[in-house]
């Protein structure tokens, strides 16, 4: 049984940093790329990053380049995003999940997401 369970959200001022987990659980970890999405009320859901198996590589989406790092400790079975320089419009729940195929930016590709922690940013 695969489980998700991400950390370290909370609220943070425009301009700070935070830096989320997800811990994971069941299956083999390090078989799977990864991914960190988010979604804001009203908004749809969007892909923010992936990383590959062993985290040589990642994909970023090109507007939070620079400020967002996903990164992979598979010893640990664990997945991070760094988020620095904040802005409000990054208010929203953010999501990890599994890949059963690569590190790509289609969530149609994820067959296991975590429930979400949320991220607030205060102007």
């Known amino acids: 049984h695969v489980q998700l369970v991400e950390s370290g959200g909370g609220l943070v001022q425009a301009g700070g940093s935070l830096r989320l987990s997800c811990a994971v659980s069941g299956g083999t970890f390090s078989m799977y790329g990864m991914g960190w999405f988010r979604q804001a009320p009203g908004m749809e859901r969007e892909f923010v990053a992936g990383?590959?198996?062993?985290?040589?590589?990642?994909n970023n989406t090109d507007s939070l380049k620079g400020r967002f790092t996903i990164s992979r400790d598979n010893a640990k079975n664990t997945l991070n995003l760094q988020m620095n320089s904040l802005k409000p419009e990054d208010t929203a729940v953010y999501h990890c999940a599994r890949s059963s195929r690569g590190f790509y930016s289609l969530a149609s590709y994820y067959d296991y997401w975590g429930l979400g922690t949320q991220v607030t940013v205060s102007s």
């Open positions: 990383i590959s198996l062993n985290g040589d590589r990642t």
